[in-house]
């Protein structure tokens, strides 16, 4: 399944303001006029089960370093709870006790809602989402400052854009609740009914990643629990504190840190969010034989595993992996959209840290000099600098390890023959006080396109450009990868726009446009990128949040 958007996108440029960071003798550090130091306090050790904060059965934990600011300092801005098999297991209890237990067998339209999260009625469940997405937009800009002390995105042009999306999911998955319909199918009218019926399947395992840990909670608890199944949700390792103030705002049965009720209060164990590692606590949470669903984000290495653990148990898996994107610039194009169409593209306000990354771009013979030049002024005007400062337009790398491997590409393309490298914007002022994992956009051209940099998913701000001439080449050089997430492609010529959306193998397909984010559009990918797809109506069923039951009934068996 594909999508094809039209929109014009619109990049804005501002100055960088300096800031500095409270870097006293303390076991924690938080940046000067950060709003919720006591927030991360709070939440540091815990996991969020039955509707409160818990601590790990082990009482494990393992620090959680901002990459913001002085990352190379022994002191963490928290600690996650190091959750394993036991938490997995209490989590994974508690959730399926709130998906199965007292269920009534004819609940009236307004009576009170049993503890049975799949018996509510779809109104129900559509009143409790729309209520969970009105107290998120209360707590937007928390959540927002949260993510940009975990992942050091920069809080004007992707922090407040992710957390304010959140309430959208939300509040689009209310409105779905009341159109899981079933069919009806001819048999024997005389003598039978036959329909389907669609029914939750019980408890769903989430796995998450670092790079937009709210706005993917919501793409994965929204439709799970307007479904009527119940969920536990693996954080980011990187990221654990943003998705855990999340869960306690929806889910607290005390909810004395919130302004408005928690909405699932009444329905402790619905949600359920652990942290931990890996192998420790992913890998318990995938094999559990209670939980019925898999929906994981990350990497394509990582998604074989969890699609082989998953395959063993023939339980539905859900994968949203990898990709190498190609980006055609078409001679028609309109080269100062194009520009901005690449920098939004890739993603480079987000240090490149995106799987939908436009990291080969196309360019048609006749526009790509004048393309790289104008790419090349405009990614100059943007700010590297302090993620919470509102004049910064870049972040920082997730952290020392992938700032370390973006760096090995790089250093390995100049060592290619015939290879320009251009590196763009300014990094901060070595006085500045900003000892940040930061980069510079990078801007690789005359590379050959089976090179590593050209061919592997970098995770970075590094993308590469090529010329072309014929179109047929082009879409074929396009499809030369083992990814398939994401493509577009520029022009005003419609005859080329409809070719490349039919001809280019991927599962998000756009025209004039790139990474259009609503709630109700599907997103999932092709070949090694993925199975399945997330968001949207139509794809709900293909989520497989719900089974499909055939159910015949003799007429006769009711004096019929």
């Not at 079933?182 to 019926?197: A, E, I, K, M, W």
């Not at 500045?432 to 061919?455: E, F, H």
Request: aromatic share 8%; glycine share 8%; with cysteine.
């Amino acid at each position: 399944m594909r999508r094809v958007f039209r929109a014009t996108i619109k990049v804005q440029y501002k100055s960088c303001a300096k800031r500095y960071y409270n870097t006293s003798d303390r076991t924690t550090l938080t940046p000067t006029g950060f709003e919720h130091a006591s927030t991360i306090q709070r939440l540091s050790g815990h996991h969020f089960t039955s509707g409160e904060l818990t601590r790990p059965v082990n009482a494990n934990t393992f620090p959680v370093y901002s990459p913001a600011f002085d990352p190379s300092s022994s002191r963490p801005v928290g600690f996650a709870a190091r959750g394993d098999s036991h938490d997995v297991q209490k989590s994974i209890q508690s959730s399926l006790a709130a998906f199965s237990k007292n269920i009534q067998s004819n609940p009236a339209p307004n009576s009170t809602p049993s503890n049975s999260w799949r018996q509510l009625l779809p109104l129900q469940r559509s009143r409790i989402l729309l209520a969970c997405a009105e107290a998120l937009s209360l707590h937007s800009e928390e959540l927002a400052q949260i993510t940009t002390l975990e992942t050091g995105k920069a809080i004007r042009t992707e922090s407040r854009i992710e957390s304010s999306l959140i309430s959208d999911v939300f509040r689009y998955y209310s409105g779905l609740t009341s159109e899981l319909k079933g069919t009806t199918l001819p048999f024997n009218p005389l003598t039978s009914v036959t329909f389907t019926q669609r029914e939750p399947l019980g408890v769903i395992g989430a796995i998450i990643p670092w790079n937009a840990p709210l706005l993917l909670f919501a793409l994965k608890i929204a439709p799970a629990l307007a479904t009527g199944n119940t969920v536990v949700l693996k954080s980011a390792e990187e990221a654990p504190f943003g998705v855990l103030r999340i869960a306690e705002i929806l889910g607290a049965v005390n909810n004395n840190h919130s302004s408005v009720p928690a909405p699932l209060k009444n329905f402790p164990g619905v949600l359920n969010v652990i942290s931990g590692y890996g192998e420790e606590c992913g890998q318990p949470l995938v094999m559990n034989n209670d939980v019925k669903k898999v929906s994981f984000t990350g990497s394509v290495d990582t998604g074989r595993i969890i699609a082989s653990l998953a395959g063993k148990r023939l339980i539905p898996t859900t994968l949203e992996l990898g990709g190498k994107s190609p980006m055609i610039v078409c001679s028609s194009a309109d080269l100062n959209r194009a520009v901005d169409g690449a920098i939004a593209s890739m993603r480079f306000t987000r240090q490149g840290q995106s799987c939908t990354a436009a990291s080969r771009i196309f360019v048609h013979k006749n526009l790509i000099s004048d393309f790289v030049a104008a790419l090349e002024t405009k990614l100059n005007k943007l700010v590297i600098g302090d993620p919470f400062s509102t004049s910064t337009d870049i972040g920082t790398i997730i952290s020392k390890s992938q700032y370390t491997k973006i760096q090995a590409y790089i250093n390995e393309a100049k060592n290619l023959p015939g290879v320009s490298i251009k590196f763009c914007s300014q990094l901060p002022d070595q006085n500045s006080g900003l000892n940040g994992y930061y980069l510079r956009p990078v801007i690789i051209t005359n590379v050959k396109k089976d090179a590593r940099v050209a061919k592997e998913e970098i995770f970075g701000p590094v993308t590469c450009i090529f010329e072309w001439e014929d179109f047929d080449r082009v879409l074929a050089d396009a499809n030369d990868t083992e990814f398939g997430l994401s493509a577009s492609v520029w022009t005003k010529d419609l005859k080329e726009a409809l070719r490349a959306t039919q001809g280019l193998e991927a599962g998000i397909v756009q025209v004039n446009q790139n990474m259009l984010v609503q709630p109700n559009l599907p997103v999932g990918g092709w070949k090694t990128s993925g199975l399945g797809r997330e968001g949207s109506l139509e794809t709900v069923g293909r989520l497989r949040d719900w089974d499909e039951r055939e159910v015949w009934r003799r007429l006769e068996d009711f004096g019929i």
